[in-house]
């Protein structure tokens, strides 16, 4: 069964530095790129990046360039997402989800085809 | 950037169609995504690339897309499918979502 495990719920204080993993089986993880989602408290999905766990090529959305970063360590099939300075705005769920790659046309079709069950991340200021 | 438009709510009685629109500039040129949100889960795919289906989604679930508006369509409606709905596209290489519809089964 093809699973994406993301680590548990983190309670932080404004100003620290925070990572969170999600972990893949069941499927060959260096062959599908990983993207992460936020979800804030009553609110919509927001799409923050993704990773090519390959190479660790990168490309985030503008509204969340320089605020995170995303990295993977394929020889352990885990994404990570992690920030240097937490703000109480950041507190939200975040999930991460496997990108499915279609080729064969002007540029590869991505979609979100398994998502992680999410990780709660609250920030007290 | 590039702007998704979804109604807020669409209420739908039991065992009849729901209808959930996605307006965007031209998103006929795009790859319309779906996703359903029950309360506390995550979300799950139910439509990629506009129509085509994931393994496990009910034949009740379709989708279609063309000028300026792409459409996710669940037909004979069950309670299990009181959720949030969710369309999404991408525009230069960044996920773009709506805002999510919420569907309720009365």
């Known amino acids: 069964e093809v699973q994406l495990v993301q680590s548990g719920a983190e309670v932080k204080k404004a100003g620290a530095s925070l990572r969170i993993s999600c972990k893949g089986s069941g499927y060959s993880f260096g062959s599908y790129w990983i993207s992460w989602v936020r979800q804030m408290p009553g609110k919509g999905l927001e799409w923050m990046g993704r990773?090519?766990?390959?190479?660790?090529?990168?490309n985030y959305s503008p509204s969340f360039e320089g605020h995170v970063s995303i990295s993977a360590d394929k020889s352990i099939n885990t994404a990570y997402l992690q920030w240097t300075s937490l703000k109480a705005s950041d507190t939200a769920m975040y999930y991460c989800?496997?990108?499915?790659?279609?080729?064969?046309?002007?540029?590869?079709?991505?979609?979100?085809?398994?998502w992680g069950q999410g990780t709660t991340v609250t920030v007290s200021s | 950037s590039y702007d998704l438009t979804q109604p807020l709510s669409v209420s739908v009685a039991l065992g009849q169609t729901a209808t959930i629109t996605c307006e965007g500039d031209?998103?006929?040129?795009?790859?319309v995504y779906w996703f359903q949100q029950r309360p506390g889960q995550a979300p799950v795919l139910v439509i990629y690339r506009d129509s085509h289906r994931p393994s496990g989604i009910p034949e009740r679930f379709s989708g279609s897309n063309s000028g300026n508006t792409a459409t996710l369509t669940i037909g004979r409606v069950q309670a299990g499918d009181e959720a949030d709905y969710y369309c999404?596209?991408?525009?230069?290489?960044?996920?773009?979502f709506g805002a999510g519809t919420k569907v309720t089964v009365v």
């Open positions: 989800t496997r990108l499915n790659i279609l080729t064969g046309y002007d540029f590869p079709l991505f979609w979100m085809d398994v």
């Open positions: 031209n998103i006929r040129n795009k790859n």
């Open positions: 999404q596209v991408w525009d230069s290489n960044t996920g773009v």
């Open positions: 990773i090519d766990p390959k190479d660790s090529y990168t």
